[in-house]
């Protein structure tokens, strides 16, 4: 990683033992700043937000003055702090204006349903799902994510908020209702053609696409 | 095999005619992710499995898109190149000693 710009490297915590405090911002942001900035712009969408919210992060950490044993438990108190800095962002959002979404997908993919006959509302055979060669390898493929990434982004901003909240971060939709102010049936419609969306995204961007390779 | 077939045919209408169609089953498949469904729903789903690779496929990827949100974090491969910029470090460092200072 290139990104030290100009900061000195000797100054960071490690040689300065006795002085927490002033060498360890370089320190956090040196470790922790990437991944909770990448946090951060998943959830916000929006560098300058993700930028403050890691920034109010680190804040709170300084005046927190907690020290921890090992790297991994101050990233995942700090990832907490942040998650919370997130979600106070959601909240602020949902009382200026309605987080409610009904009109995106509002079609719930209808071209690819029978329109009439016996089998109305039936999948048109051509169009149905395909079948996708997912295994435990999947999941680490680098391609894999960067489709499941670029898909999310093309979810508008609430929905994919609400995505997040429910799949990412596995919160309940009860919590998820509480926070956004939003009736659980909506959600329920908004989570329904988030992951329809997703899923047909995910099919044309990368399972296709995997089939065509092979 | 003409009988067969015809027996195979009424049978897919009557699954048919008896449970959910597609789009109200792809509606609970999701649903079935936010709260356990009753056994009768569930019922209905896995009959119209039997008739319809397409539903049952939905489920399958929709389950699989379900467990593997919960690993995006996981992930450091994740947006390559959308880390910190130079600038926005050096900002925050330069925040966080200011605030420090005023601290002491």
Redesign the interface.
């Known amino acids: 990683m290139q990104t030290d710009g100009d900061l000195n490297p000797s100054q960071t915590a490690q040689e300065a033992p006795g002085k927490p405090g002033l060498s360890d911002p370089e320190r956090w942001v040196e470790l922790h700043g990437d991944y909770l900035f990448k946090y951060a712009l998943i959830r916000l969408r929006d560098p300058l937000k993700a930028e403050d919210a890691v920034q109010e992060t680190f804040l709170a950490a300084l005046k927190g003055g907690k020290s921890f044993q090992g790297r991994s438990a101050e990233k995942s108190w700090l990832v907490g702090v942040l998650k919370n800095k997130i979600y106070d962002h959601y909240r602020k959002s949902s009382r200026e204006t309605s987080f409610t979404d009904l009109e995106f997908n509002s079609d719930e993919e209808s071209d690819r349903f029978v329109p009439d006959g016996l089998f109305k509302d039936g999948w048109i055979h051509e169009l149905g799902p395909l079948e996708w060669n997912t295994d435990d390898s999947t999941l680490d493929r680098a391609e894999f994510w960067k489709a499941f990434h670029d898909c999310s982004n093309k979810l508008p901003k609430n929905v994919a908020a609400v995505f997040n909240l429910r799949e990412v971060d596995g919160v309940e939709s009860k919590e998820i209702c509480g926070l956004l102010s939003i009736s659980e049936g909506n959600l329920w419609v908004m989570l329904h053609r988030a992951r329809m969306a997703l899923r047909r995204c995910l099919e044309t961007n990368w399972f296709g696409k995997e089939k065509e390779a092979e | 095999m003409k009988i067969i077939a015809a027996i195979k045919e009424r049978w897919v209408?009557w699954v048919?005619q008896h449970t959910p169609?597609?789009?109200?089953i792809?509606?609970l498949a999701?649903?079935s992710?936010?709260?356990p469904q009753s056994v009768r729903t569930r019922m209905k789903m896995r009959m119209h499995f039997l008739i319809?690779?397409?539903?049952k496929?939905?489920d399958?990827?929709?389950k699989?898109?379900?467990q593997?949100?919960?690993?995006?974090?996981h992930?450091?491969?994740?947006?390559?190149g959308?880390?910190?910029?130079?600038?926005?470090?050096?900002?925050?460092?330069q925040?966080?000693?200011t605030?420090?200072s005023k601290?002491?």
């Open positions: 209408v048919w169609h597609c789009t109200e792809l509606r999701s649903q992710l936010e709260q319809c690779v397409w539903c496929r939905y399958k990827q929709l699989f898109l379900h593997a949100a919960a690993h995006l974090d992930q450091d491969i994740i947006l390559p959308h880390g910190l910029s130079a600038e926005a470090r050096q900002r925050i460092v925040n966080l000693k605030a420090d601290n002491l």
